[in-house]
C-alpha cells in the first residue's frame, strides 16, 4: 500500500517507521528543508519514550532526578526521572529509524490538498502530485490534512512562550510554578545544562505578559526564543474520514496532555495504534480509546487545577510532601494518569478535599462526540 505521511515531527516519522518496517511503501512530505527547525518544544519527556523506541544517548541533553514544585506560599521537592532532548535531534533521529526501514523523505515539500488518488505538495514553487492509498495528518496543530479532507474540528489551543536563558542552574531539577499570577497553567524552568535553561508558560490567554513575569525572575542573557500553538485535549475531534482513508496523529488530532501541555509521547502512541489498525484493518478511532481516556483524565485534572484557589495550589504542595505519594508518582509515568490516579489517592487521602472540585467537573455535559 502506498501511505503518504504529511509532516516529520515525531508522530509522523514515527508512523513512517513503523508503516515502512511493514512493508507498505511510505512517502513523508515535509514543509521545511530541514527536520525538527525551528524548535518550538521544551523537549521534556518522561521515560516512557523509549518504550517506544530504543534509547539514544545522543539526543539526551540531560536527565532530571527531580522536580521542586513552586505554590503560592510552600513548595515541595518531587523525586522523578524523565529527560530533557534535544528535540531537533529527537525529530532527525526518529527520521533516520524512518529511512533506515525504507521511508522516503520529501524535504522542503509543502501538502496543498488532494487530488484523485494523490496528495498535491508545492516544491520550490511549483506543484508536484504522488498517488497515494492512505494519507496520514501528522502536520501539527494546524492541520491542512483535516482542513482539505473535510475533518477539521475546533480545538482548545494554548499559546506556549519560552526562551533559552543563561544562568546558574541545577542540571538534573527543573521547576514549575503554581499560583493565580500564572492563570489556568504553570510557569516551568527547565535545565538543558548547568548552564542554560528553557524557561516558559503556557496559558489560553496573556502568554507574553505571564511569561515576562516568569522571566523577570532569571534576569540572565536570553540565547534563544520559542513560541508556538499548544492544541490541548478539550473535546473529541475526528481523527479519520468516512472512507478511512484519510488520518490524523499527535498535534495534528488535538492529542495533547491538558495538564502540562506536553504531546510528544501521547502523539508517537497515536501513531502505533494508527500503524497498528492500517496493519489489522481496524478502526483507528475506536482503537484510541485507551489513549483517549488518559486524555480525559489530563483533562479532568486541569479543570479541577483551573478552579484552585491560592490557598488550594498550597494545599496540593502539601499533599505531594507525602513520601508515600512521592513513590507512587515516581514509580509511574504521569502521561498515563489512570494507571497512578487511584493508587495515589490511596496513599493520599487529602488529594480527595480536591474531590468536590472534581465531582463539580464531571457533572459538566458530555463532549460532542462527532469523530467518524
Ligand atoms: C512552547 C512549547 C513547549 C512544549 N514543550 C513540550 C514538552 O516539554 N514535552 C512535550 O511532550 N511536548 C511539548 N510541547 C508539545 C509538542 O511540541 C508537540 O505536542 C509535538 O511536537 C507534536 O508532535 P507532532 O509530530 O504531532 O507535530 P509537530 O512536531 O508540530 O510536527 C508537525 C510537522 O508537520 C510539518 N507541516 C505542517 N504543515 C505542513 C504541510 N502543509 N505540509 C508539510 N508539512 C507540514 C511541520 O513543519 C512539522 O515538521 C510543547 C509545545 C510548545 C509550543
Redesign the pocket.
Known amino acids: 500500500m502506498r501511505i503518504s505521511i504529511?509532516?516529520?515531527?515525531?508522530?509522523?516519522?514515527y508512523a513512517a517507521s513503523l508503516l515502512a518496517k511493514q512493508g507498505h511503501e511510505v512517502h513523508v512530505?515535509?514543509?521545511?528543508d530541514e527536520?525538527?527547525v525551528p524548535v518550538?518544544?521544551?523537549?521534556?519527556?518522561t521515560g516512557a519514550l523509549w518504550d517506544l523506541i530504543p534509547k539514544e544517548p545522543s539526543i539526551i541533553r540531560t536527565e532530571l532526578t527531580s522536580v521542586k514544585v513552586h505554590g503560592p506560599s510552600q513548595h515541595a521537592e518531587v523525586r522523578l526521572h524523565e529527560y530533557v532532548l534535544d528535540?531537533a535531534g529527537l525529530?532527525k533521529h526518529i527520521a533516520k529509524l524512518a529511512r533506515q526501514a525504507g521511508a522516503k523523505f520529501h524535504l522542503g515539500?509543502?501538502?496543498?490538498g488532494f487530488g484523485k488518488n494523490t496528495v498535491k505538495?508545492r516544491h520550490n514553487g511549483k506543484e508536484r502530485e504522488f498517488p497515494t492509498d492512505i494519507t496520514i495528518g501528522?502536520?501539527?496543530?494546524?492541520?491542512?490534512?483535516a482542513k482539505a479532507a473535510g475533518i477539521w474540528a475546533q480545538r482548545q489551543v494554548w499559546g506556549?512562550?519560552?526562551a533559552t536563558i543563561r544562568g546558574d542552574y541545577d542540571p538534573h531539577r527543573f521547576e514549575v510554578f503554581f499560583n493565580r499570577d500564572f492563570d489556568r497553567f504553570f510557569a516551568w524552568v527547565?535545565p538543558e545544562s548547568a548552564t542554560i535553561a528553557r524557561i516558559?508558560i503556557?496559558s489560553q490567554k496573556k502568554a507574553r505578559e505571564m511569561f515576562e513575569r516568569i522571566t523577570q525572575r532569571y534576569p540572565g542573557k536570553f540565547v534563544g526564543w520559542?513560541?508556538?500553538?499548544?492544541p490541548i485535549y478539550e473535546k473529541r475531534i475526528p481523527v479519520q474520514n468516512k472512507e478511512r482513508t484519510v488520518f490524523l496523529?499527535?498535534?495534528?488530532a488535538g492529542?495533547?496532555?491538558a495538564t502540562?501541555?506536553?504531546?510528544?509521547?501521547?502523539?508517537m502512541v497515536s501513531s502505533r495504534i494508527l500503524a497498528d489498525c492500517i496493519v489489522k484493518k481496524k478502526d483507528y478511532a475506536k482503537a484510541l480509546k485507551p489513549l483517549r481516556k488518559d486524555l480525559a483524565l489530563h483533562r479532568l485534572i486541569r479543570r479541577m487545577l483551573n478552579t484552585f484557589t491560592d490557598r488550594d495550589y498550597d494545599r496540593m504542595i502539601r499533599c505531594l510532601a507525602n513520601p508515600r505519594l512521592q513513590a507512587v508518582l515516581y514509580n509511574h509515568h504521569r502521561d498515563f494518569p489512570s494507571k497512578f490516579l487511584l493508587k495515589a489517592i490511596l496513599v493520599e487521602p487529602r488529594l480527595l478535599i480536591f474531590g468536590q472540585n472534581f465531582i463539580k467537573q464531571l457533572r459538566l455535559p458530555a463532549d460532542g462526540v462527532s469523530y467518524a
Open positions: 504529511i509532516g516529520a515531527g515525531p508522530a509522523g516519522s512530505f515535509e514543509d521545511h527536520i525538527g518550538q518544544c521544551t523537549g521534556i519527556v528535540r525529530d515539500h509543502r501538502f496543498i505538495v501528522a502536520d501539527g496543530p494546524n492541520s491542512e490534512v506556549g512562550v519560552q527547565v516558559g503556557a520559542q513560541s508556538g500553538p499548544i496523529v499527535g498535534d495534528a492529542l495533547v496532555k502540562t501541555g506536553g504531546g510528544i509521547i501521547t502523539g
